[in-house]
């Protein structure tokens, strides 16, 4: 689904990822994990085409994407949700739903009941501008839309961040509905518990390159790997 294969992405002269590479299979979770700093967001970035590789090769479903424009990347069947969510406060549910509908021609679309069908609070919240959701609705929201341009794959950028455990267990499974729908996912992560659970194959990044790569069980019984890259342990 994607192959990233030895990109260099800079800001300024700065490279921040170094060789990076990695890749997403067909209907799989994976979970790239790092510190903060250590080019998580600069890969995703790297992916939508916003900070675009100088060196490398991305490829989508085989096709070559890494210097094409933004929107054209979305259309090919990309979707991002972005660190902080950034959906539109002064809209309502219902309207930052239909505002990013878009069909692509596939068989089985996402459609305005299909999401509410797995999120029925936002059903609830449909003419409440997103600015009175809470941060749990508002992480609902930013994953109904994006679904709602019917991608192939999902680029989700920390979508724990700042939620209560009871809800990061919740985002944890929808993630896990999402891939059993037939979405293929990338999850940017620094909530490991999450990531060992929902993820089928994981990558650690570590000042711009992978350091490690394994399935989950392997990661969660190394000790050495969690303490060095991810400041975690038992």
Wanted: proline share 5%; aromatic share 6%.
């Amino acid at each position: 689904m994607l192959d990233i294969n030895h990109i260099f992405t800079y800001y300024g002269e700065r490279p921040t990822l170094r060789g990076f590479s990695m890749r997403v299979e067909e209907e799989s979770v994976v979970a790239l994990l790092g510190r903060n700093g250590m080019g998580k967001t600069t890969a995703i970035r790297s992916i939508m085409g916003l900070t675009p590789p100088r060196n490398g090769l991305i490829r989508f479903k085989g096709e070559d994407i890494t210097r094409l424009k933004p929107y054209r990347i979305a259309k090919m069947g990309i979707g991002l949700i972005p660190q902080g969510r950034n959906i539109f406060p002064s809209l309502s549910v219902r309207e930052n739903l239909i505002m990013a509908a878009r069909t692509r021609g596939k068989g089985q679309c996402w459609t305005i009941d299909r999401v509410y069908s797995h999120f029925p609070i936002l059903r609830d919240r449909s003419n409440l501008k997103g600015n009175l959701l809470s941060g749990g609705e508002q992480q609902m929201l930013a994953i109904g839309r994006a679904v709602m341009t019917n991608p192939d794959l999902l680029l989700m950028d920390e979508p724990s961040e700042g939620l209560a455990p009871l809800i990061v267990l919740e985002i944890g499974s929808i993630v896990t509905q999402l891939k059993n729908e037939g979405l293929s996912i990338l999850l940017v992560e620094q909530n490991l518990p999450m990531a060992l659970r929902v993820s089928d194959y994981i990558f650690i990044v570590c000042k711009g390159e992978i350091v490690f790569e394994s399935v989950p069980q392997g990661l969660k019984n190394n000790e050495e790997i969690k303490s060095r890259y991810l400041c975690a342990s038992k």
